[in-house]
């Protein structure tokens, strides 16, 4: 019965809001419930996800068990490809903007692991995220070199290339899986770059923005220019020269600092 009574009462005060001073608010509450009372499926996974994607949710180590269907159905629904087409859409208009005469220091730096490649096959084997992560596993299935390409960052990658823009790419994945990162990358289309720089072993220990940074660095030292920087982890983003504009992709299954 209360949750009838609450119905009624949010339906009155709204249709009344503009007479009692509820005028300021953003937009009126409405019920997302049918006569039960009970949440729409999804809600509350959907503001778990905007917050990841906006950083304020950090250091969380799985999706939330009852999340895992809302994200798979995100992930291999059309969402996750749109929003990535926002991104590289922008990322096109922006470099298209700079009109770059070619055959500079002017790169862009790409992340692989979900922003290059895809791991999307293996995730969808293990909850999206919502298992714990096993390094034994992932990095089994890494060395199948099996990951598909990203079809909206490979649109971006072609553009670039064809106005002149260098790529790097820059990958927590280890010097040891150079090889299977460099056959997957050229056997998927990226058949081309600047650098490929992996994570060596004096960083064990360090985090990814350390990482990262330290490498960023080091372009520009040697005269690069980090004109743009693409990545699904905000890791991939943060920290010292992270290029003169930055392009975050969608990734709500797992979080690396
Ligand atoms: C690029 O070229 C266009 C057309 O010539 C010009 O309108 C624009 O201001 C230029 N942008 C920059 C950043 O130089
Ligand atoms: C990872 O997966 C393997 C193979 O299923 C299993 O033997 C191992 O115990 C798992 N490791 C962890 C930390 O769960
Ligand atoms: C990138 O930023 C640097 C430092 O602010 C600036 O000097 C340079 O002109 C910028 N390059 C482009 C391509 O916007
Ligand atoms: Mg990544």
């Given at each position: 019965m209360l949750p009838v009574l609450f119905f009624l009462a949010t339906f009155v005060v709204a249709s009344q809001g503009s007479e009692i001073g509820l005028s300021h608010q953003i937009h009126l509450l409405r019920p997302q419930s049918g006569s039960k009372g009970e949440r729409i499926p999804g809600v509350s996974c959907l503001s778990w996800r905007l917050a990841v994607e906006t950083h304020n949710i950090i250091g969380w180590t799985t999706v939330p068990k009852e999340c895992e269907g809302y994200v798979g159905h995100y992930m291999l629904g059309q969402q996750y490809r749109e929003d990535s087409k926002v991104v590289a859409n922008e990322a096109i208009a922006y470099a298209q903007s700079l009109n770059i005469t070619g055959g500079g220091k002017d790169v862009w730096v790409f992340d692989v692991d979900?922003?290059?490649?895809?791991n999307l096959p293996y995730y969808a084997e293990h909850g999206f995220g919502a298992e714990p992560y096993n390094s034994t596993l992932f990095n089994a299935w890494v060395l199948e070199g099996k990951a598909p390409a990203l079809p909206e960052t490979q649109r971006l990658y072609k553009e670039l290339l064809s106005l002149g823009i260098k790529v790097v790419f820059l990958t927590g994945r280890p010097e040891s899986q150079r090889e299977v990162t460099e056959t997957d990358l050229k056997h998927v289309g990226?058949?081309?770059?600047e650098k490929l720089i992996l994570k060596a072993?004096?960083?064990?220990?360090?985090t990814a923005v350390v990482y990262k940074s330290t490498e960023r660095t080091k372009l520009e030292k040697s005269g690069y220019k980090i004109i743009g920087n693409i990545g699904d982890q905000w890791s991939d983003l943060l920290?010292?020269?992270?290029?003169n504009r930055t392009f975050k992709l969608p990734d709500p299954m797992y979080y690396i600092s």
């Open positions: 979900e922003t290059t490649l895809s990226f058949h081309t770059w072993s004096s960083y064990i220990g360090k920290g010292n020269h992270p290029g």
